[in-house]
């Protein structure tokens, strides 16, 4: 930090919360509010902006003097675009000086010495980084052993005193009971002594425990007394924090000096989702890609075969690119194409009959009910493979029969819900995902081919199937086909091997 005695001058509050500023002329006042205001995603159908009562900004600095923590990175790096200098006084008191990554490295061999599983190197890394930084994010691709690197840093604090009671906060009740099972399977000749509180629906409370695993459902529903003795906070699945409940939470968590995150896919650079994790965490320490994990061997390749469907006819096409031309609003049209695609049964015949000739297991992923019962009850009648069904409403122990089903089976189909297996699902035995439905969310892109990176024995690969809805005319291009795009992107971006295959047939609606 540039010592100086004019320029930005902030001070870490003494609780740790905030960054105040001190001393700041008129342009970098400026240039910090313009900088730490982003408007919300989709701000132009919020019915409050529709009716001209908010402008959609969100601003992460308040009365000209308050920045959240979190985000003292990013005015270091924005100080340092626009060559302002800068001063933060304070801010070593939210970094550990007493942990080296020479230490750290030799207690974690230390602690797995004779055990038949050894951390990674870039594993020792991330939960180096979390310690050392005590507030940040992780950014770490399926498979990279979130759960690992989670229990190294526990461990860590434990046996050294750093934390006395520690919280995980995970999004669903198999992945409390997931990490349970892991953090008791991978502390080696019971070293450190955990005692795990599971947090979730019907669970009773038990004495004396020091890591509480939970879910944002039934954490959010605790009095702000019941997190005041908690010392860390582990977000698993971070990207999901931008939800009102886990901001909820990590505010109660105010006695916590270590707080951090871990996500497959973090938000966009410089987007409002991705200031609002930093400013509820700390800035981005850690990543570790896809393709870095492929290159070493730690997970399967990703090869993604495009489906192009050709079926709608010319009249339908044109009448579709009208209602976009003539003023109708975007998401009306978009929903317009939802419905006539979801209720094509040449549509439906297609994508049936290809889940059915491809071999292996296969995850099918559909976004709406009506659609996900179509596929379920058309693949039962017409496919040979075994077909289990799962969405928001299948109780937990069904969904593990049918995720052991899959890992024990051959030739099975698990129609599921992009929001009950598109996250932190662990079922290596996947051969082929299909995405049936649209979407365009990075996030759910990322997560879902997350599910089939995983190694197996009976497999190299795993394939992506991306059915594309091609309505297109001559001078207009369609709101799914565009998201087949941006998704086409997605896999140039992650180095995953794809091709585009275009099918014309007859649609009969």
């Not at 890394?125 to 994010?137: H, M, P, V």
Request: proline share 2%.
């Amino acid at each position: 930090y540039i010592n100086i005695k004019n320029g930005l001058v902030l001070t870490l509050t003494e609780d740790n919360r905030f960054l105040r500023i001190d001393e700041a002329d008129e342009l970098e006042l400026e240039q910090l509010n313009i900088s730490l205001t982003k408007r919300i995603d989709s701000w132009r159908f919020n019915p409050l902006v529709k009716r001209g009562l908010w402008d959609g900004y969100v601003s992460y600095i308040k009365d000209n003097k308050w920045i959240p923590v979190g985000l003292w990175r990013y005015v270091m790096t924005l100080c340092k675009e626009y060559r302002f200098e800068l001063k933060i006084n304070g801010i070593t008191r939210l970094f550990d000086p007493n942990i080296s990554i020479e230490s750290f490295e030799e207690w974690a061999n230390d602690f797995f010495n004779g055990s038949k599983l050894t951390p990674r190197d870039y594993q020792i890394e991330a939960s180096f980084n979390i310690l050392k930084f005590k507030r940040c994010l992780a950014e770490l691709a399926t498979s990279a052993g979130k759960t690992m690197i989670s229990f190294m840093a526990i461990a860590y604090m434990l046996e050294k005193q750093k934390a006395n009671r520690i919280l995980f906060i995970v999004p669903n009740v198999s992945l409390v009971v997931q990490a349970t099972e892991d953090f008791y399977d991978y502390n080696w000749q019971n070293r450190v002594k955990i005692k795990i509180q599971q947090i979730y629906s019907g669970q009773k409370l038990k004495p004396n425990t020091n890591v509480v695993i939970g879910t944002y459902q039934s954490l959010v529903k605790k009095d702000k007394e019941y997190f005041d003795d908690f010392d860390a906070v582990i977000v698993d699945e971070t990207h999901k924090a931008k939800s009102a409940s886990i901001k909820d939470i990590l505010a109660k968590c105010r006695n916590a000096h270590y707080k951090f995150g871990l996500s497959g896919t973090l938000p966009k650079d410089n987007t409002l989702d991705k200031l609002t994790l930093m400013s509820q965490t700390g800035p981005v320490i850690t990543e570790v890609k896809a393709a870095f994990l492929q290159k070493e061997g730690h997970i399967a390749g990703c090869k993604v075969k495009v489906i192009e469907m050709d079926y709608a006819p010319e009249s339908t096409k044109i009448a579709f690119q009208e209602l976009a031309q003539n003023k109708y609003e975007n998401k009306d049209v978009f929903q317009l194409e939802q419905n006539y695609v979801v209720n094509n049964q040449a549509r439906l015949d297609f994508i049936v009959s290809v889940i059915s000739r491809i071999p292996r297991n296969s995850l099918v992923l559909f976004h709406r009910i009506e659609h996900g019962r179509k596929l379920y009850e058309s693949l039962r009648k017409n496919s040979e493979k075994k077909v289990y069904y799962v969405d928001g409403s299948t109780d937990t122990d069904i969904r593990e029969e049918h995720k052991k089903k899959m890992e024990n089976g051959e030739e099975i189909v698990i129609v599921a819900s992009y929001g009950t297996f598109s996250t932190g699902i662990s079922v290596k035995k996947i051969h082929n995902i299909f995405f049936t439905e649209s979407f365009k969310s990075e996030v759910i892109i990322r997560q879902s081919i997350g599910r089939g990176l995983r190694q197996h024995e009976s497999k190299t690969d795993v394939l992506i199937i991306d059915f594309v809805d091609n309505l297109c005319t001559l001078e207009w291009e369609n709101y799914l086909f565009k998201h087949g795009i941006e998704r086409q992107r997605i896999y140039k971006q992650e180095q995953f091997e794809y091709n585009i295959k275009k099918v014309k047939f007859e649609g009969d609606i």
